[in-house]
Nanobody, 122 residues
């Protein structure tokens, strides 16, 4: 599957953004889909992951209650609604896919999209 993330930009602290990740092909609904992020000088870290059906969801503690992951399999699209953004959320955000199962381990994801930059600044 090929993935393309979009929706990043500059937002003030406390603001919101919605990221999208468009998947190619007809097998999008056979993949677990996740969001990861990487800030300058830091390792890529887990943000959220959603099961094939959307019924199983996991979030990193740092974003729980502020971010919402969702998917629309009919549109082959993954979303990340980010609310109440903080300076610490600034990073390049990547969407990723695997077939094995939900995981927080970036190394276990099989496919990656190009990232989209999120900048949080006043």
């Amino acid at each position: 599957v090929q993935l393309q993330a979009s929706g990043g930009g500059l937002v003030q602290p406390g603001g919101s953004l919605r990221l999208s990740c468009a998947g190619s092909g007809r097998s999008f609904n056979t993949y677990y889909m996740g969001w990861f992020r990487q800030a300058p000088g830091k390792e890529r870290e887990f943000v959220a992951i959603i099961s094939k059906s959307g019924r199983v969801i996991d979030y990193a503690d740092a974003v729980k209650g502020r971010f919402t992951i969702s998917r629309d399999n009919a549109k082959n699209t993954l979303y990340l609604q980010m609310n109440n953004l903080e300076a610490e959320d600034a990073a390049v955000y990547y969407c990723a896919a695997n077939k094995q199962g939900p995981t927080r381990n970036a190394g276990a994801m099989d496919y990656w999209g190009k990232g989209t930059q999120v900048t949080v600044s006043s």
